[in-house]
């Protein structure tokens, strides 16, 4: 099992920041894409950002330029720089990731979700 630990969420202000960590442990061999998702109440889970294991992003329309998604290979670990914060980002934050757990087998898991809240 490929267990996925999130943290770095809290409460900021409008116009802060702040940076959000997921750590990949167990039986991993490799890990390949990982992402951030998040879902507010009343909405559906919605992608955010995700990079490959070579580097490449993709991020939602709403956070260009305001989000930075960037990993670390060697620690399995994914973060998420959000600046300029608006009430609208607030919502629970999932990390995500998949890869291959032995050479023959695949994996694809989830965290457990960390709060992030804008407000004055």
């Known amino acids: 099992q490929v267990q996925l630990v999130e943290s770095g969420g809290g409460l900021v202000q409008p116009g802060g920041s702040l940076r959000l960590s997921c750590a990949a442990s167990?039986?991993?061999?490799?890990?390949?894409?990982m992402a951030w998702h998040r879902q507010a109440p009343g909405n559906e889970r919605e992608l955010v950002a995700r990079?490959?294991?070579?580097?490449?992003?993709n991020y939602a329309d709403s956070v260009k330029g305001r989000f930075t998604i960037s990993r670390d290979n060697a620690k399995n670990t994914v973060y998420l720089q959000m600046n300029s914060l608006a009430p609208e980002d607030t919502a629970v934050y999932y990390c995500?990731?998949?890869?291959?757990?032995?050479?023959?087998?695949?994996?694809?898991?989830w965290g457990q979700g960390t709060q992030v809240t804008v407000s004055s």
């Open positions: 995500n990731a998949d890869g291959r757990s032995t050479r023959y087998a695949s994996f694809a898991s």
């Open positions: 990079i490959t294991r070579s580097g490449g992003t």
């Open positions: 167990g039986s991993i061999f490799r890990v390949d894409a």
